[in-house]
């Protein structure tokens, strides 16, 4: 079985198309200080904070206003955008995620990310491209692919009702509510700890390979479905703050081709801090 869509390109196949024109790459982190340390030749940085998250509210910047981001990278339409990024390319799925959302073409991964680049020792630089601004033509965002408060505690029924699946991405132990964030992380942020009532716990790092590259299409295809996560239900997933769904949500919608997915990005940190809305919760002390 291969892979739905032609979503990935490979560390080498990047190495072989360095500064090609209509080849626009992007790097995008976690640490947002790592592209300073050293980049793949050519790759632009985005801030996933700062370039992407509205400055006063927990909103994303406009559609409008990421066509000017993308314009002042000097991106244009036609450009194939390859993104990569750190730890196995959460942050990268993530933007990938937030481009697919507003309207944007033409996106890939760099299958294995970052981490793979360095650990074959390929090239790395310092050195801060320059591209002219290009006027990037105004966005249309698609919400079928966001998933909202409201609309997630309405799909606990659908879930129950066996039409649509829930999918929380995080460690066992924050599903649980042992913790209310990754390990080796301060648990802050959360008042409350569990997962949304329905939800199936599939950890994002189930999906790849010790390189940080995915697993096969053959082996997505069974991890999700002895979870009950089908092709014929309607899907939202969710962990923290959205970045490791939106790289489950990139293995569900672009490597396996479900139809109906959608990524929850108020995601814990919203479900938990929220008044009135359920949880479930495994963890006990006792």
């Known amino acids: 079985m291969d892979y739905a869509k032609d979503v990935l390109v490979s560390t080498e196949w990047v190495a072989e198309n360095l500064n090609r024109e209509g080849i626009r790459l992007v790097e995008v982190d976690e640490d947002i200080l790592l592209y300073e340390t050293g980049h793949i030749p050519g790759a632009v940085k985005i801030d996933w904070q700062g370039d992407f998250w509205h400055p ?67 090239e790395l630089t310092t050195d801060a491209p320059s591209f002219g601004p290009t006027e990037y033509p105004a966005l249309r965002r698609d919400e079928s692919l966001r998933a909202y408060r409201d609309e997630v505690k309405a799909h606990i029924e659908a879930v129950r009702a066996g039409q649509g699946a829930m999918v929380d991405v995080r460690s066992p132990d924050e599903f649980s509510g042992k913790v209310t964030h ?66 489950s949500w990139f293995v569900l919608r672009e490597l396996l081709g479900y139809p109906r997915v959608r990524n929850y990005d108020g995601s814990w940190t919203e479900w938990g801090n929220a008044v009135g809305l359920p949880i479930e919760k495994t963890y006990s002390e006792a």
């Open 182 to 247: 990754m390990p080796n992380y301060p648990q802050e942020g959360v008042l409350r700890g569990g997962h949304i009532p329905g939800a199936a716990n599939i950890p994002w790092a189930r999906a790849t390979n010790e390189d940080g590259t995915f697993r096969s299409a053959d082996e997505l295809k069974a991890l999700y479905e002895a979870e009950g996560v089908t092709p014929d239900k309607d899907v939202i997933a969710y962990c923290r703050i959205a970045e490791r769904s939106s790289h």
């Open 56 to 122: 006063q509210e927990r909103e994303f910047i406009s559609a409008e206003e990421l066509s000017a981001l993308l314009g002042r990278l000097g991106i244009k339409p036609d450009d194939q955008i390859v993104l990569y990024g750190d730890k196995s390319n959460w942050w990268a799925a993530y933007a990938y995620w937030f481009l697919s959302y507003n309207g944007v073409q033409n996106l890939k991964l760099m299958n294995g990310g970052r981490q793979k680049w360095v650990a074959e020792g390929r």
